[in-house]
């Protein structure tokens, strides 16, 4: 039957070392040679005996300090954020302003549809309000995203020229 064996550790530096290996490779230090007879003047290990454990890893002196980083404004507060938002509910009345006119629009097509008139023309009024008010909507969400991108770019500009003041000073 095999004897199993436990992991060794140097006794210089602590590492775990592989039972093959005669030299630390981390610190290369040459490892006595189990198995054979014990040192003199020390007794041989018991059945018990448990691996020393690793020494403590060296302490380095500490590395250059540097000062706190400078607080910078975040977010999307103040008055064009408010203006933004107000003109995208605003788009939002209108395009509900735009259907309801199509609508009215084509409520007379229906009612004379038994006289013979067209209902198609009023579906197609209601169709294109419908269409005309996504259009509105589409343009003036793509501008105020636009404005709103604009927006971040200055607030982020002018953080980074504040910062650049904070490290001058």
């Not at 530096?13 to 093959?20: I, K, L, P, S």
């Not at 018990?48 to 250059?64: C, L, T």
């Not at 408010?82 to 735009?98: A, K, S, T, Y």
């Amino acid at each position: 039957m095999e004897r199993m064996r436990l992991a060794r550790f140097c006794k210089n530096c602590g590492a775990v070392m592989e039972n093959e290996m005669s030299f630390c490779s981390k610190c290369g230090t040459k490892q006595p040679e189990e198995g054979g007879a014990a040192p003199a003047g020390r007794p041989g290990p018991g059945p018990a005996s448990a691996p020393v454990p690793p020494a403590p890893p060296r302490s380095y002196p500490a590395g250059p300090s540097y000062p706190p980083a400078p607080s910078v404004r975040m977010g999307d507060t103040g008055r064009g954020a408010g203006w933004i938002m107000f003109l995208r509910v605003l788009l939002w009345i209108v395009f509900g302003g735009i259907c309801l006119l199509g609508l009215a629009l084509a409520m007379p097509t229906f009612q004379y549809a038994r006289y013979g008139a067209d209902p198609l023309i009023g579906l197609g009024i209601i169709v294109g309000s419908v269409l005309i008010a996504f259009t509105v909507v589409a343009a003036g969400m793509v501008s105020l995203d636009a404005a709103q991108n604009i927006r971040r770019c200055a607030i982020n500009s002018a953080n980074i020229l504040d910062l650049l003041n904070q490290r001058k000073g």
